[in-house]
């Protein structure tokens, strides 16, 4: 139990375009997601905290107009990385709790690369 | 956001030998959580304490719930080469969670 998704795995873009990451719990609900991301050899950081059927909290630094956040559902959320430059290259991890909340599960990831 | 702080940031060690790592907070925290992390993977939950003081095992891995509630700690035993990884702590002091910066783990055949 508790399998979280992402999709797509990997995706590779040129510079200027848009990208879509879906996050979905496949067998439970998720009232809440959150988005990280990873550089290499360092840990997780907190991007936003997406809250079904609400806004995205997004953390400091964090620029929500670049990085869209939709929790349309129960069971997914969606990451929009908005004219994506070399820069936002990483590794994109989406995570959602229980409604206990007491503990994250994580997807396996996304790896964007810009060209 | 927070992170706290996990020690030793990097382990090498030969096959057959047991590791340990830790994680402290500066406040107390409810909850404490030990991730891995396989390259290229996302973090996988090894274990999930909830009390002061608990102990709790998931096969040669056992962690404890530190009794102040700003420590935690994750013993390996007998490891072994699929061990090799980040290791992640993460906390809870109240609904938000905290990652530990992570130990690299390398076991030597």
């Known amino acids: 139990g508790a399998v979280v998704s992402q999709h797509p795995s990997w995706v590779i873009c040129k510079s200027g375009t848009s990208v879509k990451i879906e996050c979905r719990s496949l067998?439970?609900?998720?009232?809440?997601m959150f988005w990280y991301r990873q550089f290499p050899k360092q840990s997780l950081m907190l991007m936003a905290t997406s809250n079904e059927g609400s806004k995205a909290t997004y953390e400091q630094g964090v620029e929500k107009d670049k990085f869209l956040i939709n929790h349309a559902s129960l069971t997914l959320s969606t990451l929009t990385v908005t004219s994506a430059h070399p820069e936002d290259s990483s590794f994109y991890i989406c995570s959602a709790t229980l409604r206990t909340g007491n503990e994250q599960f994580f997807g396996p990831g996304t790896r964007l690369t810009v060209l | 956001g927070q992170q706290l702080n996990q020690s030793p940031q990097s382990m090498f060690i030969q096959e057959g030998e047991d590791v340990s790592m830790n994680c402290t907070s500066s406040s107390i925290f409810n909850t404490w959580l030990w991730y891995k992390q396989d390259p290229g993977e996302g973090p996988v939950l090894l274990i999930a304490?909830?009390?002061?003081?608990e102990l709790t095992s998931n096969g040669r891995l056992t962690a404890q719930f530190g009794i102040t509630r700003k420590d935690s700690f994750l013993n390996i035993s007998a490891s072994i080469p699929s061990d090799v990884g980040i290791y992640f702590c993460?906390?809870?002091?109240?609904?938000?969670?905290?990652f530990g910066t992570g130990t690299s783990l390398t076991v030597i055949p």
């Open positions: 993460a906390g809870r002091p109240g609904n938000q969670f905290y």
């Open positions: 304490l909830y009390k002061a003081g």
């Open positions: 067998d439970f609900q998720a009232t809440t």
